[in-house]
């Protein structure tokens, strides 16, 4: 139980702005090998999403906090994310599994009021596809 908790610990830090890396942990415990990958595929892809949804949740009350000298994303890279976010509207979610540019874009969605059932299936779409490639790469070595 303990491993799965820490997976998703990872998982969720790492979908926030949090600099966390939820793939050395579920790396680890599918080299372990006694765990079940579906279960680690599950509780990796949730924590990922989850946190996903704090950004976008977030960005909804950023217009707040964003001038805050402790914010913790800078107004280049916002700018950058609300370009690509306006660019590509919610397709550019698929990009949240991208290190550097997707936890901003998550944040931007909810800056920019993005439908939050659009919002959940393109970000599942997009950590559950990072996760199975992960694994997939995994199993062939």
Known sequence: MLSYTLLFISAFG????L???SEAVLLALLAEGSHSVIELLFVASLGN???SCVNWWLG???EHY???KWFPVSEQKMLKAQ???QKYGYWSLLLSWVPIIGDPITLIAGLLKENFWWFLLMVSIAKVGRYLFIYGAFSMF
Do not use: E, V
């Not at 790492?14 to 702005?17: G, K, M, R, S």
């Open 14 to 17: 790492a979908a926030t702005l």
């Open 19 to 21: 600099p966390l890396q």
């Open 66 to 68: 964003k001038d805050k």
């Open 83 to 85: 370009g690509i976010y």
């Open 60 to 62: 909804l009350q950023i």
């Open 49 to 51: 999403i989850l946190g």
